[in-house]
Each structure stands twice: as C-alpha cells, then as structure tokens.
C-alpha cells in the first residue's frame, strides 16, 4: 500500500534505511557473525573468479560493489551484461563462480546465462527480492533481499539492497579466507543506512534543484570516477526511464575525449564526488563543461565538500559510498518526472519484469 506516498517510488525510496536494518537482522546471528549458508560461502570462497551477471539496474549495482569485494576477499570480480554474456562468452577461468543479482528472479536475459552455466556445471548463487521466483530455483543457491515488493518500475531499494547483500556475503568470504582486515559490513552498513536517513530527509532541496536546473532540460549529464562513475550510471539510467530525458554517466575523465561535443548552453552536468583521491580531477572536468556553458551541481560527501555544493553526503565507508550518493539521484530523477506530469511508477514502453530475451 502507498498509503499517503503519490507514487509508489518515493515510498520505496523512503524504505532504504528500513531495508539496511532488516537485511543486517536477517543476515547476523546471536553472536555478531554473518548468518549464510556455509556452503555458499566456502564454495565461493574458493573460487578464483566471481562472474556478476545481470541487467539494468542489477547490473549497476554489480558494478557498485566490484571494488568492495574484490578488497574484502581479493577474488577479482567481473561484472557482465546477461544479453551480452550468454551469446558471446568469454573465457572462464579455472574455478569460476557465478551471481545473478536480479530483483525479480524472473529476467529471461538473466536466466539465458544460467541456463548455460547449470549445463557447464558451474556453481550459481541468485540474489533476488522474491522468493521462488525461475531464478532463485534454477541456481544452486539463492540469497533474498527481504526488501519488500518493488512495485514501482524503477528499481530503487533492490539496488541499495543488493549492494548490502553482497557486503554481507563479502564480509563472510573475508572471514574464511582471512582476507579482511579492517571491514566490518553490519557496522559500516548502520553507518550507511543513517546516512540514506538524511539524505532522504533532503527532499524539498531536491525538489528545489530540479525546478531550478532540470525544469526543461532534454538532456542532462552525471559524472563521477570509480565507485562514482558506476553511481553516474545508475542516476543517469533513472532519470531516462521515468523523466525521459536523455542521460548518460560518464567516466569524468573520458568526457574531453569526445563527449564534451555535446555540452551546450545550460546542459546540466552533475558531478559525483566521494573519493578524496579522484574528486579533484572530477571538480576540474565540471570546470572545463562550465566554461563552456553547462550549469553544474556537485554532489559531493561532507569531508570533500566546498561551500557552493548543492548536495552533501554524510560520510560512509569508501566502499559503501554509492549506497547514499545513489539517493539524491533517485529522489531528482522522481522530481523530474513528477514535475513534469509524468506517471512515476508506469514510465512508458517498460514494464516491472522483462521475460522475453
Ligand atoms: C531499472 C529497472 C531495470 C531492471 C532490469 C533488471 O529501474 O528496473 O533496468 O533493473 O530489467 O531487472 P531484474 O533486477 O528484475 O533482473
């Protein structure tokens, strides 16, 4: 029920710290550990290589938490494409291990590659939001997100959800290999989901920006490096499919190599900045489109932050910054949509689950 929410999407929005706090209650026994399926974690535990495969949103979050696993347990991390990856496999490695993160368990591209991987033996775990979904039953192992039903298009909690999941698994991963020294998942992920509090508490400032920078604009950017750059596209994806207006993440750096063509007059270039290491070059990108006329916004965590930034972020773990950067992104691609009359939950020519190929 939406109760007194317009659209289903900001409730969903709104439930991302509620989401936090239950997957750390599932996921953590009477002693402080992760609670998972030995089994799941020693066999991917000892694998050599884990092979994220999803679409959309999911693919996203894969992206989002591939430095965050490949710290904690040093297994390096692919993420792919499921339309891509089923017809144009790439070498495996030895001892390969898979992921579907899929919110629904029910995506056909996604359920093409496991199909695939059952028949070559390869172990397979489904991380979804819904229980005895195809995908859950045809992988070896499945993690649920307890995120409650998604009902608006636009996936939202599933994304902050998934990221949270496979912090927790990492995080047992790191214990069995002794990998991990210095990351805690429940803790940081507390620190985390106070910080989704806030900036979900920041919403008439949003709604104020979108008025201000969004109101007519066709087309718009996001930039960020790293984990930044893979919030970029998430926010970028999100502000297509509801507000239809053309978006595109870009790594900040690759903007002058071709991309900067298109800035224009008032093109809305917002920044994303949480890494002390690559925020200065990503502010010196957002000053070369502004010469050139964009209006820029920075959305930059609070230790980074200058004093004209339109957004700041509390501080989290490093590694779980994409957990709150993706909020305000979420909450400007809902105002875009809303403000210009749009049906948030049903944008056009999409629907919630994609079962054909
Ligand atoms: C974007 C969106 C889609 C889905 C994609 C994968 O907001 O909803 O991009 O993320 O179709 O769906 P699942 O996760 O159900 O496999």
Same mark, same amino acid.
């Given at each position: 029920?939406? /109760? !007194?929410?317009?659209?289903?999407?900001?409730?969903?929005?709104?439930?991302?710290?509620?989401?936090?706090?239950?997957?750390?209650?599932?996921?953590?026994?009477?002693?402080?550990?992760?609670?998972?399926? #030995?089994?799941?974690?020693?066999?991917?535990?000892?694998?050599?290589?884990?092979?994220?495969?999803?679409?959309?949103? &999911?693919?996203?979050?894969?992206?989002?938490?591939? &430095?965050?696993?490949?710290?904690? !347990?040093?297994?390096?991390?692919?993420?792919?494409?499921?339309?891509?990856?089923?017809?144009?496999?790439?070498?495996?490695?030895?001892?390969?291990?898979?992921?579907?993160?899929?919110?629904? /368990?029910?995506?056909?591209?996604?359920?093409?590659?496991?199909?695939?991987?059952?028949? #070559?033996?390869?172990?397979?775990?489904?991380?979804?939001?819904? $229980?005895? &979904?195809?995908?859950?039953?045809?992988?070896?192992?499945?993690?649920? #997100?307890?995120?409650?039903p998604e009902i608006a298009v636009a996936s939202t909690k599933a994304y902050t959800a998934q990221i949270a999941m496979l912090a927790i698994l990492t995080q047992a991963i790191g214990e069995r290999n002794k990998t991990n020294t210095s990351f805690d998942a429940f803790y940081e992920l507390s620190i985390a989901a106070a910080g989704m509090e806030a900036m979900v508490d920041e919403k008439e400032r949003l709604s104020s920006l979108v008025e201000q920078y969004l109101s007519t604009t066709r087309n718009a950017f996001y930039i960020?490096?790293?984990?930044?750059?893979?919030?970029?596209?998430?926010?970028?994806?999100?502000?297509?499919?509801?507000?239809?207006?053309?978006?595109?993440?870009?790594?900040?750096?690759?903007?002058?190599? /071709?991309?900067? $063509?298109?800035?224009?007059?008032?093109?809305?270039?917002?920044?994303?900045?949480?890494?002390?290491?690559?925020?200065?070059?990503?502010?010196?990108?957002?000053?070369?489109?502004?010469?050139? /006329?964009?209006?820029?916004?920075?959305?930059? &965590?609070?230790?980074?932050?200058?004093?004209?930034?339109?957004?700041?972020?509390?501080?989290?773990?490093?590694?779980?910054?994409?957990?709150?950067?993706?909020?305000?992104?979420?909450?400007?691609?809902?105002?875009?949509?809303?403000?210009?009359?749009?049906?948030?939950?049903?944008?056009?020519?999409?629907?919630?689950?994609?079962?054909?190929?």
């Open positions: 029920e939406k /109760g !007194t929410y317009p659209f289903y999407m900001l409730k969903e929005i709104d439930e991302q710290p509620t989401v936090m706090r239950k997957l750390t209650q599932e996921y953590r026994d009477d002693h402080g550990k992760v609670n998972i399926d #030995l089994n799941l974690v020693n066999e991917m535990a000892d694998s050599d290589r884990i092979y994220i495969v999803a679409c959309g949103t &999911s693919y996203n979050a894969g992206w989002a938490a591939k &430095s965050l696993i490949e710290t904690v !347990t040093q297994i390096p991390v692919e993420v792919q494409l499921s339309s891509e990856f089923g017809y144009n496999m790439p070498l495996l490695s030895k001892k390969p291990f898979f992921i579907f993160l899929t919110q629904s /368990g029910e995506t056909a591209d996604s359920r093409q590659v496991l199909v695939q991987i059952n028949q #070559l033996g390869f172990p397979s775990l489904t991380i979804t939001n819904v $229980a005895g &979904s195809t995908l859950s039953r045809e992988a070896k192992y499945t993690l649920l #997100l307890h995120a409650g960020g490096r790293g984990n930044d750059y893979h919030v970029a596209s998430e926010a970028a994806l999100k502000l297509k499919e509801i507000s239809y207006v053309q978006a595109e993440g870009f790594a900040a750096g690759e903007l002058k190599h /071709g991309t900067i $063509a298109l800035i224009e007059e008032g093109t809305p270039v917002l920044g994303i900045i949480t890494d002390a290491k690559t925020g200065p070059h990503t502010r010196g990108n957002l000053k070369e489109v502004e010469s050139r /006329g964009a209006n820029t916004i920075v959305i930059a &965590s609070e230790d980074l932050a200058r004093e004209d930034d339109q957004v700041i972020l509390p501080k989290v773990h490093p590694l779980l910054t994409s957990l709150v950067a993706v909020v305000p992104t979420q909450l400007i691609a809902y105002y875009v949509s809303m403000q210009r009359g749009y049906d948030v939950d049903k944008p056009r020519n999409l629907a919630k689950s994609v079962t054909v190929e």
